[in-house]
């Protein structure tokens, strides 16, 4: 059985910083295509950033290039988000998400497995 953990979140101001990790466990002998999601108050989940198998490939979505950084590390199915210059608009509940296919993952419904979600609030 295949589990997504996701750890980090929390309160902060505008401009701080924060970051997420995420591992998956269970069936672990291939890597995954990860990446994050996020969905915000009374909206529809939206495409963050997403990595691929090896980390040799990224993507973003426009509202965050330039402030976030999705990294993960060589050989595991553990990645990060490092999010800076946060602003109160990047509020929302953050998913991450892997599944087991070649390039970077920007489609939500091609991702298999999801992890339990963690706040992130900024704070004006």
């Known amino acids: 059985q295949v589990q997504v953990v996701q750890s980090g979140g929390g309160l902060v101001q505008a401009g701080d910083s924060l970051r997420l990790s995420c591992s998956v466990s269970?069936?672990?002998?291939?890597?995954?295509?990860m990446g994050w999601i996020r969905q915000a108050p009374g909206k529809e989940r939206e495409f963050v950033a997403g990595?691929?198998?090896?980390?040799?490939?990224?993507d973003y979505a426009d509202s965050v290039k330039g402030r976030f950084t999705i990294s993960r590390e060589n050989g595991k199915n553990t990645v990060y988000l490092q999010m800076n210059s946060l602003k109160p608009e990047d509020t929302a509940v953050y998913y991450c998400?892997?599944?087991?296919?070649?390039?970077?993952?920007?489609?939500?419904?091609?991702?298999?497995?999801w992890g339990q979600g963690t706040q992130v609030t900024v704070s004006s």
């Open positions: 990595i691929n198998w090896n980390g040799s490939r990224s």
């Open positions: 998400a892997a599944v087991v296919l070649d390039g970077v993952i920007t489609i939500l419904s091609d991702y298999r497995y």
């Open positions: 269970g069936r672990t002998y291939s890597l995954y295509a």
